[in-house]
């Protein structure tokens, strides 16, 4: 798989307006797998093209969420707000949870404690199957919980917030042109039957033709609807 150089920069960026305005708890942290604090209000511009272990694209966010001083007594979530998505869905696995979006909106994911000074990987990803860009806000919430089942969960603060800006440009990739001669024809039909039958190697990001995600006889039966153009 091809890697598109990343590029990895920060600069202040305003809270999407429904996040909270301002962070009134600092007893959580955005940092990075080597445990740096992100600052508030910090954008990431994400554009390494890597495969997750299903062997879908994706590009990750390399976050994590840090306890700094909240004990295991404050419950804490991760807000997040989509601006843009051209394709393909946002996958964020916190705390357990994995939630998955493929739309413009906000979102949140489950309520869960770390212990103090533990991370825990957000497992924040764009997982593209064309070219183009992604924008989400994440901020963190706090709370308190009392009850056990089912646990009652009241708004206690929230953390920093951090944009992520991800970027897949790689125009040289044809939807269809799986053989990678430049021409989608039926030569391309034969080596995706191929590879699904697992005896031929194709160009994978052209092999979604029909952009679910998964590359099986459906995509077969859209390129050979797409060569007859229909």
């Known amino acids: 798989m091809k890697k598109i150089t990343m590029l990895f920069t920060l600069m202040a960026s305003v809270a999407i307006t429904t996040l909270a305005a301002t962070q009134d708890d600092t007893n959580f942290a955005f940092v990075d797998a080597d445990g740096n604090e992100v600052v508030d209000g910090t954008t990431l511009n994400l554009s390494t093209l890597e495969q997750n272990v299903d062997g879908a694209d994706m590009i990750a966010s390399g976050l994590w969420v840090k306890n700094l001083s909240g004990g295991t007594s404050t419950y804490l979530r991760v807000n997040y707000t989509i601006t843009q998505i051209d394709n393909g869905t ?99 039909v034969t080596a995706l039957i191929g590879a ?35």
Do not use: M
């Not at 964020?92 to 949140?108: E, K, R």
């Not at 052209?206 to 007859?228: E, K, M, Q, R, S």
């Open 90 to 188: 946002f996958q964020i696995c916190f705390p357990t949870t994995c939630n998955t979006q493929s739309a413009v909106g906000a979102y949140s994911t489950s309520q869960g404690s770390l212990l103090t000074d533990a991370t825990s990987d957000l497992q924040a990803e764009w997982l593209p199957i064309a070219e183009g860009e992604g924008v989400v806000t994440l901020q963190i919430e706090t709370f308190t919980k009392t009850g056990t089942f089912p646990p009652k969960y009241t708004h206690k603060g929230y953390g920093p917030t951090v944009t992520l800006h991800f970027n897949r440009a790689d125009s040289s990739i044809a939807i269809g042109d799986v053989n990678g001669d430049g021409i989608i024809d039926i030569n391309d």
């Open 196 to 230: 699904i039958l697992g005896n031929t190697t194709i160009i994978e990001d052209a092999a979604d033709v029909n952009g679910d995600g998964i590359t099986d006889i459906n995509d077969v039966t859209a390129l050979i609807g797409a060569i007859l153009g229909k």
